[in-house]
């Protein structure tokens, strides 16, 4: 390292000298550094930075159609969004609206109370036809809205021609080439010539989201909710409901439909759910199926069920859970197995059941009170685990004996699906896959891009949903039955158990029978709530009158007078 210099014998003119050097060395060393790196070879095809044009919503025609879509929503906060609602999932109207909104098929009138970006339905006369609470699904959910459409605007007279700069054609980068507003042509097909409103769609929604049709030309004055003149609801469940127990602790006190053998903790009476779900058709008052919001002041609680069944949903076949082959796991109890723990051969080769069923209450109507379908399946599983009679649907319906609704839980969510909307005049409805020349009802295998088939189409990305939830199915089901016949005695070929069925409970602590009641309600597991209390002795909640004059009063209002007596259909849903 070089000596520093002793600059006490220096002269004012020496120092001065220095110090301007110094200076100097300084500047060129800041210039050398601040300014930019010569690159070593020019790029060879710079990028041009697109430039974003303004989308100018006055430049396209726009039509009024309706969309039916499914969603799964066991990942949704329900349909309807709310503004300053935070919830822990996004709403389906939310991931509907950013679609149709990042497709530029929406322009609504700017509110100035939300924020950029927020869902605004305004100036779309939107609807929708039923709104499913949080973690419940949809096969035919039916909205109507007002759309971009490629039908080409009416010539302008000369004084109002647009200049070129503001005739100029937009493309915004998330709409495909066909989507630009088209030239005018002799003649518009309003199908064929149209944006292609399901495929623009499905391609900005999650895979949950699937549009499955759109209607060109609804009726004169169409609302999604008040032209709805039937909803239809599944809630699906499995026999048997959960699994069952082996040995005298897994024995209720339920009997088969004949009264001549015990059933076993897990399996539901079908029959008698049944005869309870007919009680439900008709014209009823529903109060006490249902929740109560005194926000809306309903009055009247009467609604029409077209139908209500209990129906075998698909056939089982071979696979996981075959454990419920076992005699120890079926339904009945039947003396002549008391004293064995294996399966005879001869019963092996014919089961009565291999693996759980699938059932579904169907249930239609013009209408549903607020989780009225949930509060109707709570009611017939109990009546299923043979903890209620058929009866007590009568019970509940008569609202002169039962004015005020007993305290129950409703069903879980996740089970139901809006099946499907019906209409008066029907809609015609153009599906993905469709074409002008296609014969309706067809399986056509149709042209890769037409929106059902291929990659991107509706039925690849549904068959990936699926195929996800049955590997979960089918490694979680073969998981228990290892579980289940790991822990199996085993004996050499001809022998058997000789032990009484109790014998073997004393042998296994586990295998005492619990003091807690088990009620199944559709969710994965049933819920133990100790001795269980009949439905009619439980406390009742307050009459519908009472709890509408105290939010009333609370909120110091006064009586509404609008639709006093009427029933407006589809006003809460599910």
């Known amino acids: 390292m070089d000596q520093q210099p002793d600059y006490s014998g220096w002269s004012s003119e020496k120092l001065i000298e220095r110090v301007s050097l110094l200076e100097k060395q300084l500047r060129e060393q800041t210039t050398k550094y601040r300014s930019p790196p010569q690159p070593l070879s020019p790029e060879p095809n710079p990028k041009k930075v697109k430039s974003v044009r303004h989308f100018d919503p006055s430049k396209y025609s726009t039509r009024f159609i309706a969309l039916k879509f499914a969603y799964l929503g066991q990942h949704y906060n329900g349909l309807e969004y709310h503004t300053n609602n935070t919830t822990p999932y996004p709403t389906i109207e939310e991931e509907l609206w950013k679609a149709l909104f990042k497709a530029k098929l929406i322009s609504p009138t700017p509110n100035p109370d939300l924020k950029d970006g927020e869902t605004n339905w305004e100036g779309c006369e939107y609807s929708k036809c039923g709104r499913t609470d949080k973690g419940v699904s949809a096969y035919g959910q039916v909205i109507s809205l007002k759309v971009r459409s490629n039908r080409p605007l009416p010539t302008p007279k000369p004084a109002e021609?647009?200049?070129?700069?503001?005739?100029?054609?937009?493309?915004?980068?998330?709409?495909?080439?066909?989507?630009?507003?088209?030239?005018?042509?002799?003649?518009?097909?309003?199908?064929?010539d149209e944006i292609p409103y399901p495929q623009t769609l499905n391609r900005l929604l999650p895979p949950e989201i699937r549009i499955l049709a759109w209607c060109p030309s609804p009726p004169p004055d169409f609302s999604a909710r008040f032209s709805?003149?039937?909803?239809?609801?599944?809630?699906?469940?499995?026999q048997p409901a959960y699994t069952p127990t082996p040995g005298s602790a897994g024995l209720s006190s339920a009997k088969d439909p004949k009264g001549q053998q015990q059933l076993r903790e897990g399996w539901l009476n079908i029959s008698a759910m049944n005869e309870a779900a007919a009680k439900f058709t008709g014209s009823h008052d529903f109060r006490n199926f249902c929740k109560v919001d005194p926000s809306k002041q309903i009055d009247n609680f009467r609604r029409h069920i077209n139908s209500a069944k209990l129906i075998r949903v698909w056939p089982h076949s071979q696979g996981p859970v075959g454990y419920l082959n076992l005699p120890d796991f079926q339904e009945h109890h039947p003396p002549d197995l008391d004293n064995k723990l294996n399966p005879?051969?001869?019963?092996?080769?014919?089961?009565?059941?291999?693996?759980?069923?699938?059932?579904?209450?169907?249930?239609?109507?013009?209408?549903?009170?607020?989780?009225?379908?949930?509060?109707?399946?709570?009611?017939?599983?109990?009546i299923g685990q043979g903890l209620e009679k058929p009866s007590l649907i009568d019970d509940l319906l008569d609202t002169n004996k039962t004015p005020q609704k007993p305290v129950y839980d409703m069903a879980d969510a996740a089970p139901l699906v809006l099946e499907d909307c019906k209409f008066e005049p029907k809609l015609q409805w153009v599906y993905i896959g469709d074409s002008t020349n296609h014969t309706p009802g067809r399986i056509r295998a149709g042209p890769k891009g037409d929106g059902k088939y291929g990659n991107g189409g509706a039925v690849d990305?549904?068959?990936?949903?699926?195929?996800?939830?049955k590997i979960d199915e089918t490694l979680a089901g073969s998981l228990l039955d290892l579980v289940v016949r790991g822990q199996e005695v085993h004996f050499p070929p001809g022998q058997q158990d000789f032990r009484t069925r109790d014998e073997q409970d004393e042998r296994d602590p586990r295998q005492k029978r619990s003091e807690s009641q088990r009620v199944f309600l559709g969710g994965d597991a049933p819920r133990n709530v100790g001795v269980y209390t009949p439905l009619m002795r439980r406390p009742r909640l307050e009459t519908v009158e009472v709890v509408n004059a105290k939010y009333l009063k609370r909120k110091g209002l006064d009586p509404p007078e609008r639709n006093r007596g009427k029933s407006v259909p589809g006003e809460d849903d599910g």
Request: charged share 25%.
């Open 161 to 192: 021609s647009h200049t070129a700069e503001n005739s100029a054609s937009v493309t915004p980068e998330d709409i495909i080439d066909s989507e630009s507003p088209p030239s005018e042509m002799a003649a518009f097909d309003p199908i064929e």
């Open 228 to 238: 709805c003149t039937e909803r239809r609801y599944k809630y699906f469940f499995t």
């Open 461 to 469: 990305e549904l068959w990936k949903v699926w195929r996800r939830h």
């Open 344 to 382: 005879t051969a001869e019963s092996a080769r014919s089961p009565p059941q291999t693996e759980p069923h699938t059932y579904a209450l169907e249930v239609h109507g013009s209408g549903f009170l607020w989780h009225q379908v949930r509060h109707m399946v709570a009611i017939l599983f109990l």
